[in-house]
């Protein structure tokens, strides 16, 4: 079983920044595909975001493609989302999951094994 921890939400003006952290506690973080998703008040839960386990492929929801960068630190057992010029429409609670084929990339919510408890982003006009 594996603990999902996100953090680095909060309130910030729209055209600003923000990097979002994941930490796990799983002893095998390495063997984990790991995946953003976002849910806005009254919307679905969305991708946004994956990366496999060493971190070599990447994959984004077109919708934050050129603002988003996922990475990895497998040392530290950290997965990270930098968003860059924030708009209003990111305002979303940001959830971070993982997967254990760590080869894979999918943005379907039901690939995903474990999730985090998710950290708000609100974004100001």
């Known amino acids: 079983q594996v603990q999902l921890v996100e953090s680095g939400g909060g309130l910030v003006q729209a055209g600003g920044s923000l990097r979002l952290s994941c930490a796990s506690s799983?002893?095998?973080?390495?063997?984990?595909?790991m995946g953003w998703f976002r849910q806005a008040p009254g919307k679905e839960r969305e991708f946004v975001s994956t990366?496999?386990?060493?971190?070599?492929?990447?994959y984004y929801a077109t919708s934050v493609k050129g603002r988003f960068t996922i990475s990895r630190d497998n040392a530290k057992n950290t997965v990270y989302l930098q968003i860059r010029n924030l708009t209003p429409e990111d305002t979303a609670v940001y959830y971070c999951?993982?997967?254990?084929?760590?080869?894979?990339?999918?943005?379907?919510?039901?690939?995903?094994?474990?999730w985090g408890q998710g950290t708000q982003v609100t974004v100001s006009s």
């Open positions: 990366i496999t386990g060493n971190g070599g492929n990447t």
């Open positions: 799983g002893s095998t973080f390495s063997n984990y595909a």
């Open positions: 999951a993982a997967n254990q084929q760590w080869g894979v990339l999918s943005g379907r919510r039901d690939f995903y094994d474990w």
